[in-house]
């Protein structure tokens, strides 16, 4: 064989093996990464589109808790109010609070009243009322129990699947006896899908699924164009069904790393055959660096998630094209998980923050005392309990939107009052309290004696409605903490501070009583009632603070 034979012949071997070196790069190393990115993308927008189904859920959630501990709702299940029908329970607001359907039942699992939206037919309705007043079950446990204990679910009835949460009817200060429940839904339909796919900007199906055994989440590559990612939410009602969740995407990406390998082939060829002596530095300089740069880039992303990680390649070719599509695609997804972040620290702020007074509620405060590094270092800690006197006067001559006011301005003041270090809450309706470290019984007197003081210097309402009022105040000291193993119980500790505000509105409003655990007071078995505090101060046990001239204070 002639030299120029072998030469030609060793030509085509390397073009050959350098062509087949460039396609085992694509084959093994992009597209794998291109194809892990994509699963990754995919599960984010289905998590989000589960994410968008849960708020809805948490959103119907917190309309029936608003709507359950509402006096009115609390009244108008013995009183049968007209006139609150009208203005609350017309299909109109259920419209407007973009609902289906709102149930309202007493004890007896008895409807009081079930109100829907327009384009649903009473048979519909009806079908969902009877699954909700069944108290029967295969599981022992109905369908009604159930969504109350969970407070919000997804639901099959007759009329479909649907989204449902419900409420115990409450006064507005969650004491006593529930009188009965509220249930709010919303059907899981093309205006939810919708609805869905808007918030998320993913386009979504929802449909109900009989089959068994369907995966939580599942990637499906249906070609080299589309993937398909499914997964199915369990109901609570019936395992036989679930809610299917699918998400059809194109694959852009892939699509663009296939067509910048078959270029890349082609050129490799053409250039293999005009300048064969050069082909192993052209290969390297634009195709198999650039690509195994790409590989790198995308592993590294992977790892850190951190978009800066993609460094556009400076090539005016498929690679370069692909370059800017992987760091186009970086940004989309870190984005998307930003978005991701905020919702979720959004959603962690509202949940702690009453909305009316934009003060910590009771939420927050039992974060932040249920923690073993609250309770790490010993200290005098200050319950204190403060409760607006003849508040709900107030109410009824002038109307709940200038009480609203009222409870903001007391807001706003305790907040000016109290420490960078208190904790100022809104227990319920004008009770508010305020959790002081490092505060023992002489300060607390201070305290309560400043804030009953200023409350009633202070002109509540408008400049051209003001009005005076009062405030009652109770509180508790007790040194407590780092010799404890466990984290104390401090629960029974705002209980007794509870107490002493009942005593001081017993004797007489406007004054404040205090109360501190002396060292033979135990921690545990602290009194729960009036009485139990009579006898402990009988005992010497506590100690007790006032700034009434009324005496004996009354413990009833």
């Not at 809805?56 to 609390?74: F, H, K, M, P, S």
């Not at 407007?96 to 519909?124: H, P, S, Y």
Request: glycine share 6%; with cysteine; hydrophobic share 40%.
């Amino acid at each position: 064989m002639k030299i120029g034979t072998k030469l030609v012949v060793l030509q085509l071997v390397l073009i050959a093996f350098l062509s087949a070196g460039v396609l085992a790069t694509v084959i093994f190393l992009v597209l794998p990464s291109v194809e892990r990115i994509e699963r990754d993308a995919a599960l984010t927008d289905f998590k989000r589109i589960k994410h968008a189904i849960k708020q809805e859920e948490e959103r119907l959630l917190i309309q029936a808790r608003d709507w359950g501990v509402w006096d009115d709702t609390y009244e108008y299940i013995f009183s049968r109010d007209k006139e609150y029908e009208v203005s609350n329970l017309s299909s109109g607001t259920i419209t407007e609070l973009q609902m289906d359907l709102l149930v309202i039942f007493d004890l007896n699992g008895d409807v009081v009243k079930q109100t829907f939206a327009d384009n649903l037919d009473r048979e519909q309705v009806f079908s969902v009322v009877s699954l909700l007043g069944n108290t029967e079950s295969s599981g022992g446990v109905s369908t009604r129990a159930k969504v109350l204990e969970l407070g919000s679910a997804l639901v099959m009835t007759p009329a479909g699947m649907m989204a449902i949460a419900a409420s115990p009817v409450l006064p507005s200060d969650q004491q006593g006896i529930a009188r009965g429940s509220i249930f709010f839904g919303r059907f899981i339909d093309e205006d939810f899908a919708h609805d869905v796919s808007v918030l998320t900007q993913t386009p979504v199906s929802l449909s109900v699924s009989h089959k068994h055994n369907l995966p939580a989440e599942s990637v499906v590559f249906l070609s080299d164009s589309e993937v398909l990612v499914s997964g199915a939410v369990p109901l609570i009602n019936d395992e036989q069904v679930s809610l299917l969740i699918s998400i059809e995407q194109s694959r852009p990406y892939y699509n663009q790393a296939l067509s910048a390998a078959r270029y890349a082939v082609i050129s490799i060829i053409v250039a293999g055959i005009i300048i064969c002596w050069f082909i192993f530095f052209i290969l390297k300089r634009i195709l198999v660096f650039p690509i195994l740069t790409l590989q790198r880039q995308a592993d590294l992303f992977g790892s850190t998630n951190q978009v800066n990680v993609f460094k556009p390649l400076k090539q005016e070719d498929e690679i370069g094209q692909l370059s800017k599509s992987f760091t186009t695609m970086a940004k989309k997804l870190t984005d998307n998980w930003l978005m991701l972040a905020r919702e979720r620290n959004d959603y962690m702020v509202a949940s702690n923050t009453d909305p009316l007074t934009h003060l910590r509620n009771r939420r927050f405060l039992e974060q932040v005392l249920d923690k073993d590094t609250t309770w790490a270092v010993e200290k005098n800690w200050l319950f204190l309990m403060l409760d607006l006197d003849h508040f709900k006067n107030i109410n009824d001559r002038y109307g709940h939107d200038f009480g609203d006011l009222i409870l903001q301005q007391l807001a706003d003041l305790l907040e000016n009052l109290s420490r960078s270090s208190d904790i100022v809450i809104r227990y319920g309706g004008e009770e508010f309290a305020l959790i002081s470290p490092e505060t023992n019984e002489s300060i607390g007197c201070s305290i309560a004696e400043r804030i009953r003081q200023r409350v009633e210097q202070y002109a509540f309402g408008t400049q051209e409605n003001t009005v005076s009022l009062t405030c009652s105040i109770g509180f508790f000291s007790l040194k407590v903490g780092a010799t404890n193993e466990q984290i104390p119980h401090w629960r029974p500790m705002l209980k007794v501070a509870d107490l002493a505000l009942y005593a001081a509105k017993d004797s007489g409003r406007n004054t404040w009583v205090g109360l501190q655990c002396n060292t033979s007071c135990p921690q545990e078995g602290l009194p729960t009632k009036p009485e139990e505090i009579a006898e402990n101060l009988k005992g010497e046990k506590l100690s007790i603070f006032s700034g009434s001239s009324i005496h004996p204070i009354k413990w009833s």
